[in-house]
């Protein structure tokens, strides 16, 4: 597996585009702000007062659901065309070919009373995939378009799939979009029923977030072909059940598969790169992974660990974009620690997974972009 990374875009809480986004992660910037709506116990004064998040000002007000995901995922798209220096959207030369992968929430009624009850994945074709392409205007066939709602995992996934459709010869590129919303008032109630939230009495919950990705994916003789710049190789994507979801009373994820997974992705050990990994304040996630290091000794002892969550909150299932992103633009910028790095992604149903990249200057990498 060798895709080409060949165009960006990200929204978030912190910049409204890849490069702002990624410069601002790497500073440390933080805007939580009051989510108004949803109220939380405040321990030193015995009040209610609203729960924190990292909202983004200004695009997601007002909102909803599918309507709320098409509203940020055309703002990454936007972003891409722009930052990749793609053909316009009605180059039908240039997209009639691709497929578009949509990754989105786990369709849990129980977070989306809406649904009332299990749908079939393919009214996120029928509604979601075609609003979104008559609303940007992409040259896309809604029959290329393949739903993933896999929450975490979901880039992960997809980055599978797009291999397999370009390798296999189906289409010269990929599509890869993913947008969440943690702050949505019944994603909210459904966060602090379970209590996930992080509040004054559970420290150890998550700060809700949201974002939208859009990654172009490339074969390498496509991109050589149209002179394109490649922002980063990924290499190998893969997922393993632990069998252990975390709604389950007696789940035990030790972190014994993500260690095998990882022991499987990397091409040497000790692995001494970045490690962009969706950890957000929640006890399961840091023992899974921390357990995952003690199964790996020294493999991962020298590696440097990035965790985008705590500027921009839990993203969801836009995370393992957003590890993508931050991880290409330090390839670009060159502040990565090594040629390599890997995303890890870890899921609430009981899935991890591994995303392994490496820096545009191994074969196929052409031009080096300007943009800074």
């Not at 590129?173 to 109630?189: F, G, H, K, N």
Request: a negative charge; one cysteine or more; glycine letters at 10%.
């Amino acid at each position: 597996m060798a895709l080409a990374l060949t165009g960006m875009g990200l929204l978030s809480s912190i910049g409204h585009d890849v490069v702002t986004t990624c410069a601002a992660l790497r500073a440390g910037l933080v805007r939580p702000a009051p989510i108004i709506g949803t109220d939380v116990l405040e321990l030193d004064s015995g009040e209610m007062v609203p729960v924190m998040g990292h909202p983004v000002k200004g695009v997601t007000e007002g909102f909803l659901f599918v309507g709320l995901w098409t509203r940020m995922a055309e703002r990454a798209i936007r972003d891409l065309l722009e930052y990749g220096g793609l053909p316009d959207p009605d180059r039908s030369d240039f997209w009639r070919t691709c497929e578009l992968l949509l990754v989105t929430p786990h369709l849990d009624p129980a977070r989306f009373p809406l649904l009332d009850g299990p749908v079939d994945e393919s009214f996120l074709k029928d509604g979601y995939a075609s609003t979104l392409l008559e609303i940007t205007r992409l040259a896309i066939p809604t029959a290329r378009a393949h739903a993933f709602p896999a929450g975490h995992v979901g880039v992960a996934a997809a980055l599978e799939t797009a291999a397999r459709i370009i390798e296999g010869g189906r289409a010269e590129r990929c599509l890869i979009i993913a947008v969440d919303s943690y702050l949505e008032p019944d994603t909210l109630d459904w966060l602090a029923g379970h209590r996930r939230l992080k509040t004054g009495d559970n420290p150890v919950g998550l700060m809700p977030g949201e974002a939208g990705v859009a990654l172009l994916l490339e074969s390498s003789r496509a991109v050589e072909a149209r002179g394109g710049h490649v922002d980063a190789w990924i290499h190998d994507a893969a997922l393993v059940d632990t069998g252990s979801p975390r709604e389950k009373k007696d789940a035990r994820r030790d972190g014994s598969a993500l260690a095998k997974l990882l022991s499987s992705l990397m091409p040497e050990l000790p692995f001494r790169g970045d490690v962009v990994v969706d950890l957000n304040g929640e006890q399961w996630r840091a023992r899974e992974f921390g357990t995952a290091l003690a199964h790996l000794g020294t493999g991962l002892a020298e590696a440097r660990v990035l965790l985008p969550a705590t500027s921009l909150g839990d993203t969801g299932a836009a995370s393992g974009g957003v590890g993508v992103c931050m991880a290409a633009r330090a390839f670009a910028r060159g502040y990565a620690r090594t040629q390599e790095s890997v995303v890890v992604s870890l899921s609430e149903t009981g899935q991890a997974a591994a995303i392994r990249l490496s820096h545009p200057a191994p074969p196929g990498a052409s031009r080096q972009r300007t943009r800074v």
